[in-house]
């Protein structure tokens, strides 16, 4: 489930964990996520989450003014398609972030409306298989005349616990 509520149940070894969090400074917020894996994942995960970091490089790669927010979700979704996981993608690629966690514009699918420089968005293509877990690496991004410039600075490198 993309997103889940919390329970009393312990997580165990060989499960993955979806780490969602954020931070207000000066009533602006923040958004970020990273999955990591309890012991040694298999090598079907590691490929999972490749094709989520490579699908949040194409959202990435496609943000640029005067850009729909439909086609930054098609960029993420596609890959994950051309993977064999677009089934898996049960959620949009993003949403506005800024005084409110969650703003205008919606990056998902068939949104037409158009990217401007200045707008701050977030960039979170996952995958989701029941049995198996979820996979989501999710960072800021502001709209630039140049592109994207991402503004979390965590690491995206897949951790196994």
């Known amino acids: 489930m993309p997103h889940a509520r919390p329970t009393a149940r312990r997580i165990g070894k060989n499960e993955l964990v979806v780490l969602d969090l954020g931070a207000i400074l000066r009533h602006y917020c923040s958004d ?53 996981l677009g089934r898996y993608f049960v959620h949009s690629t993003g949403h506005g972030i800024g005084l409110e966690i969650h703003e205008d514009p919606r990056i998902a699918r068939d949104q037409k409306t158009i990217l401007e420089t ?38 995206r490198e897949f951790l196994e616990l």
């Open 118 to 155: 200045g707008n701050v968005v977030t960039l979170e293509p996952g995958v989701y298989v029941e049995g198996v877990g979820g996979i989501r690496i999710e960072d800021d991004a502001l709209v630039t005349p140049r592109g994207a410039e991402i503004l979390t600075t965590t690491s």
């Open 32 to 84: 970020l996520s990273r999955t990591v894996h309890v012991g040694k994942a298999s090598a079907r995960v590691r490929q999972w989450y490749r094709a989520v970091l490579d699908s949040q490089a194409a959202a990435r790669d496609a943000l640029k003014p005067g850009v729909t927010c439909g086609a930054i979700d098609a960029a993420a979704r596609n890959v994950l398609q051309r993977k064999g």
